[in-house]
Structure formats: C-alpha cells, structure tokens
C-alpha cells in the first residue's frame, strides 16, 4: 500500500499546505501561466547558443560563485547608477524571494501581503517556516497609500510583499504607495515588479526609491518580457549589505555556468527582446476591449494578462475553453476569470472560443 506524504513525519506546519500548480496541457493555446508567448528572436537565440557554448567548454568546474557579468549586466540593464554589489539574481523570481524569507523571515516571524495577490507569497512564507498576513485591497484592487500604510502599521510584519503590477489582478500599484508603507514599517519592503515592463514607459520602477532605502527590494524576473520562462532567472536590486545578507542562505554555486551564459547573452540583446512588449500590450488592450464589449468586466492592467469579471461560472466556462482548445486561469476569485496576452492569433482563438460560449449561453 502506498503512502501519501501526509503519512511521513513531515514538519506540523507544512500539514494541510497545497503544493502550488497551475494546469498544464498539450493544449493549441495555452494562456494561462502568464508566459510569454512569443519565441526568442532568430538572431538572439543564436547569440545565446554561442555563449551556452562556450561555457560548456569548462562544465567540469564549478560556475562564477558571484556571477559576476551576469550582476554587472542586470545593474546596466535597470539604470538608475545602479552597480553589481546591488544586484542579487537566483533560478527564478521565486528562488530569489525564497532566499528573503530564508534570511529575513523564518520562525517566530510574519511576511503580509495584500490579497489577492501572488499565490507563491504565502507558500513561500510558509514554507520558510515564518506565518502568512493578509490584508485587503479596495473593491477595484487598487491600494490606496493611507489604507496600506494603516494596515501595515497594525500587522507589524518582518517581510512585506508589494507586486506591482499586482498578480492576479494587473493593478498597477503607484510609488507614493511604496513610499507610505515604507515609513509605517520596520520590515523588509519587496517591490516585486515582474510584469514592470509591460507598464506604461513613463511609469516610473520602485528601483527609483531605493537610495537612502536599505530596508527595500525591488525583484524582477527575466520569464516575462524577455521570453526566458524555461531558463528560470530572477533578480533584485537593493542596498549592498542587503545582498551580503542573501549569501548567508544561498546553495553553493546556485546559478549554473549556463544559466550565467544564457541570461548574460539575452540581456546584450535586451532592445531587441523587449520589441515584443508592444506587441503584447497590443493584445492585452484588445483582449479587454473585446471583453468589455462582450458584457465581461475587465479590469485595468499594467501587465501581459487580463483579469475579468461578470463570469456566471468560472469552473464551467474553463472547461468549455479547454474543450475548445483554449486554456486560461482560474485563480479563484469568484465570477472571476484570467487570461494572458499572447500572440494575435492566440488572442483571436480565446476570444473567438468565449464568443462561440457566450452565443450558446
């Protein structure tokens, strides 16, 4: 008889937790993760093959501990003066704030977040053995700097979570709201802007605030417009001694030699692989128009993703998108449905299949 995981000694507070899992299919449109649809440019791909390359040429010794010229291109990348002592990167976005809680939260400690928002926030806390905080946004999602700033005074916690733009809802979250929670906090203050370049251009990062500010974080993510989900590299800027920090929890040689080629070739290229932005914000601009038009409610978003509402059964519509070969989110905020902005056909294959539904109903 087999046993579940349950039946094994595991530690109390991780009984009863859900392992984080959005569906995967071998389905023709698959938006629902917030990937991005796009492939790697011809020319940069090869680039990146070159580097992979070379680095294989001393696989047999351990990578660049500091990853130096990876740091050295994320700072040239974000600006801001900003230089690679500042500079963190991990195996994702998710390693990237686990290291965090590793190092700033863990037992006896409290990370807060305001919900809904990015399911791995809790998972993680939790699982770094620190509890998980909620608070509230308004009706709309939006945060105002009085209400966040209150809440966060009250609850007091060691680590807060800003995403901005906020996942699963898309709310964009202004910098005097950063700025407010900051002053009410003790804590460590992560400004997690993985969707930040699907912003508008003249919305200005968190990476701004960080002088003067030792206590914040601003992490990123190369998954989302740079199209390197499957090369899984994330990465922060914040004060030196914060990083210094980071390296106490860190696995030894964590970022492989070809991870470190991979990103360090796609960020030479970062205005080509940025030129597909547009093209999703195109069709996160269409997706929200034709939804509106159809009677849903979509809601603002500054990222390559569309939540909605005015879904009479969330459950059902998923399914009958997945019968038609169309695969989105359910994120479990009832009536409530999300989709990503893919390519212009992907696009026209959801809102062609929501149609087809809708003409039944």
């Known amino acids: 008889m087999s046993l579940s995981f349950e039946d094994l000694p595991i530690r109390d507070d991780l009984r009863g937790m859900i392992p984080y899992g959005a569906p995967q299919a071998p389905l023709p449109v698959a938006l629902n993760v917030n990937e991005n649809t796009h492939p790697v440019p011809d020319e940069v791909a090869g680039d990146i093959l070159d580097a992979i390359a070379r680095a294989l040429r001393d696989i047999n010794r351990y990578p660049d501990r500091e990853f130096t010229a990876l740091r050295e291109s994320f700072a040239g990348y974000l600006g801001e003066g900003l230089q690679r002592e500042q500079i963190w990167a991990a195996n994702g976005s ?204 979509p809601y603002e978003s500054w990222s390559n993703f569309v939540l909605f509402g005015g879904v009479e059964d969330p459950s059902e519509t998923w399914r009958r998108l997945y019968s038609r070969g169309v695969l989105i989110r359910d994120v479990g905020i009832p009536h409530h449905l999300r989709v990503t902005a893919g390519t212009e056909a992907e696009t026209t294959a959801f809102l062609d299949a929501l149609a087809s539904i809708d003409s039944e109903a």
Not at 139 to 149: F, I, N, T, V
Not at 217 to 242: C, E, H, I, N, Q
């Open 94 to 297: 998710n390693e990237v704030l686990q290291h965090i809680l590793q190092a700033f939260g863990g037992p006896g400690r409290t990370a807060f977040g305001f919900a809904p928002t990015y399911s791995m926030y809790p998972l993680l806390t939790r699982a770094t053995g620190a509890a998980w905080v909620a608070g509230t946004r308004e009706p709309d999602h939006s945060l105002s700097a009085e209400s966040a700033a209150a809440q966060v005074a009250e609850a007091d916690p060691d680590v807060i979570f800003l995403c901005a733009p906020n996942n699963p809802t898309g709310t964009p979250l202004p910098l005097e709201v950063v700025t407010a929670v900051y002053e009410a906090s003790r804590g460590i203050v992560i400004v997690d802007e993985a969707y930040q370049e699907f912003a508008p251009r003249d919305s200005p990062s968190a990476v701004t605030l960080l002088p003067g500010r030792e206590r914040l974080v601003v992490s990123r993510t190369m998954s989302k417009a740079f199209a390197f989900a499957g090369a899984r590299v994330g990465y922060l800027a914040a004060d030196p001694a914060f990083i210094d920090a980071l390296r106490l929890v860190r696995l030894p040689y964590h970022l492989s030699a070809l991870t470190q080629a991979a990103a360090t070739a796609a960020l030479a290229h970062a205005s080509t692989m940025l030129r597909m932005v547009d093209d999703i914000v195109g069709q996160r601009d269409r997706i929200s128009a034709t939804l509106e038009a159809l009677g849903y409610r």
